[in-house]
């Protein structure tokens, strides 16, 4: 029997905080949304609560109300992030609350704005927010992210049909990466993180030192921090629940070392950043750090990212997805780094997670930035992988073992 779309909806929310979230009875939810998306944010918020959540505080969000900034803001406006926030977002995740972001991006928000500009707004956001990045990055509490259409996005999507059409094509689009078109969602999604975790165990047997990407455009070594860790499927966070950060997600990750990041690499996909569209990155590495940077298309927010600070010319993660998984399967460019990402390897720019680290929380930080951890404000996934780029790990002995090739893993676990 097909299910209408108002039961997949409500699956969506329920796969959200039953299984994304996982909340727990007594547990706050702090939840930020695009105002334009009450209607799920509703049912999101009476899933919690039926979930025993005590406490379930929305955070309505409007990109186009925050463009303003930018084109009626004075210099004093744009550079001003304000901290009382995000201290109070970081005070409810000390406290014991989740985190729930529900996003709707339109990549091209922000195209006709001075990059310079929002560069100096997202420099002052990432100052103001630091603890907040802290806590997620070191997996404090349990948290997620999801995502819903808006019509730009979807006509970019699907470009030629209406935003109606679009919209619905791009629902469905959603529905398929996360699994919410299954008979039974949530034990789809189960079934789907466990068998991450078994790709994750994997990895961590194999102990790599490096991972290896070759293809067009690219040569690149990451060489990893000597404490590393995959991570990937379920993540258990530092209060004890274990749930799915990121729906969908088809990465395993880790940590590469700060300085051992060696050679040439070009993106696979256009990365939506910051209200703008960068494509056909090319960039290179030497000892860890971009020496040389261009791209055909927002080469100045590209710059601009990387000028953030002395961190954000370095990598703060490395993650392995399959060219054949249930995103990419869908033949779909998002445009969109929540989906992006999981249908491609991917590196990271900034800042590192701390549970890639083994010890991470023992170490100053100081200690850590010499183990290889990388510290920064940003922290900015962009596309390296498809199936012409061949995936190597390189063992302890030094031998170069086969990863991917084409569509999938090598070898099956």
């Given at each position: 029997?097909?299910?209408?779309?108002?039961?997949?909806?409500?699956?969506?929310?329920?796969?959200?905080?039953?299984?994304?979230?996982?909340?727990?009875?007594?547990?706050?939810?702090?939840?930020?949304?695009?105002?334009?998306?009450?209607?799920?944010?509703?049912?999101?918020?009476?899933?919690?609560?039926?979930?025993?959540?005590?406490?379930?505080?929305?955070?309505?969000?409007?990109?186009?109300?925050?463009?303003?900034?930018?084109?009626?803001?004075?210099?004093?406006?744009?550079?001003?992030?304000?901290?009382?926030?995000?201290?109070?977002?970081?005070?409810?995740?000390?406290?014991?609350?989740?985190?729930?972001?529900?996003?709707?991006?339109?990549?091209?928000?922000?195209?006709?704005?001075?990059?310079?500009?929002?560069?100096?707004?997202?420099?002052?956001?990432?100052?103001?927010?630091?603890?907040?990045?802290?806590?997620?990055?070191?997996?404090?509490?349990?948290?997620?992210?999801?995502?819903?259409?808006?019509?730009?996005?979807?006509?970019?999507?699907?470009?030629?049909?209406?935003?109606?059409?679009?919209?619905?094509?791009?629902?469905?689009?959603?529905?398929?990466?996360?699994?919410?078109?299954?008979?039974?969602?949530?034990?789809?999604?189960?079934?789907?993180?466990?068998?991450?975790?078994?790709?994750?165990?994997?990895?961590?047997?194999?102990?790599?030192?490096?991972?290896?990407?070759?293809?067009?455009?690219?040569?690149?070594?990451?060489?990893?921090?000597?404490?590393?860790?995959?991570?990937?499927?379920?993540?258990?966070?530092?209060?004890?629940?274990?749930?799915?950060?990121?729906?969908?997600?088809?990465?395993?990750?880790?940590?590469?070392?700060r300085d051992r990041v060696q050679g040439t690499v070009s993106s696979t996909l256009p990365l939506s950043l910051r209200g703008q569209v960068v494509d056909k990155i090319q960039?290179?590495?030497?000892?860890?750090?971009?020496?040389?940077?261009?791209?055909?298309?927002?080469?100045?927010?590209?710059?601009?990212?990387?000028?953030?600070?002395?961190?954000?010319?370095?990598?703060?993660?490395?993650?392995?997805?399959?060219?054949?998984?249930?995103?990419?399967?869908?033949?779909?460019?998002?445009?969109?780094?929540?989906?992006?990402?999981?249908?491609?390897?991917?590196?990271?720019?900034?800042?590192?997670?701390?549970?890639?680290?083994?010890?991470?929380?023992?170490?100053?930080?100081?200690?850590?930035?010499?183990?290889?951890?990388?510290?920064?404000?940003?922290?900015?996934?962009?596309?390296?992988?498809?199936?012409?780029?061949?995936?190597?790990?390189?063992?302890?002995?030094?031998?170069?073992?086969?990863?991917?090739?084409?569509?999938?893993?090598?070898?099956?676990?």
């Open positions: 029997m097909q299910r209408s779309f108002a039961d997949k909806l409500q699956d969506y929310a329920a796969l959200t905080i039953r299984l994304g979230i996982n909340i727990q009875p007594g547990q706050e939810l702090f939840l930020t949304a695009p105002v334009a998306d009450v209607e799920f944010v509703r049912l999101l918020v009476a899933e919690a609560y039926q979930a025993g959540a005590k406490n379930v505080q929305v955070n309505f969000v409007d990109d186009i109300a925050a463009k303003s900034r930018f084109i009626y803001g004075s210099d004093e406006a744009v550079a001003y992030a304000p901290k009382w926030f995000y201290d109070g977002v970081a005070n409810a995740m000390e406290a014991g609350a989740a985190r729930l972001g529900v996003i709707s991006e339109d990549p091209g928000l922000l195209s006709d704005i001075d990059p310079t500009k929002v560069s100096t707004w997202y420099g002052a956001a990432g100052v103001a927010a630091k603890r907040v990045g802290e806590l997620v990055g070191s997996a404090a509490i349990n948290w997620s992210l999801v995502a819903v259409p808006n019509p730009r996005w979807a006509r970019l999507v699907f470009p030629g049909d209406s935003d109606e059409t679009a919209v619905a094509k791009l629902w469905e689009a959603i529905f398929t990466c996360c699994r919410v078109d299954q008979p039974d969602p949530l034990q789809a999604w189960r079934d789907h993180c466990d068998n991450l975790a078994l790709r994750r165990d994997y990895l961590n047997q194999l102990n790599l030192t490096a991972v290896c990407f070759r293809g067009p455009g690219t040569d690149l070594e990451v060489g990893l921090v000597d404490q590393r860790i995959w991570i990937g499927g379920w993540g258990t966070a530092k209060n004890g629940v274990t749930n799915a950060p990121n729906i969908p997600t088809e990465e395993i990750f880790s940590m590469p070392h960039v290179e590495f030497k000892d860890g750090v971009v020496v040389r940077a261009s791209a055909g298309e927002g080469e100045k927010t590209l710059i601009g990212l990387l000028d953030t600070d002395e961190g954000s010319r370095r990598l703060g993660e490395v993650a392995l997805v399959p060219p054949g998984c249930a995103v990419a399967r869908t033949g779909l460019l998002f445009t969109n780094t929540l989906y992006d990402e999981n249908a491609a390897c991917h590196i990271a720019l900034g800042s590192s997670f701390a549970e890639n680290m083994m010890g991470y929380d023992d170490l100053s930080a100081d200690e850590r930035l010499a183990a290889g951890s990388n510290d920064s404000r940003i922290h900015v996934d962009w596309m390296i992988g498809s199936r012409e780029v061949e995936v190597d790990g390189i063992l302890p002995s030094g031998e170069r073992k086969p990863l991917m090739r084409g569509l999938d893993w090598v070898e099956a676990v």
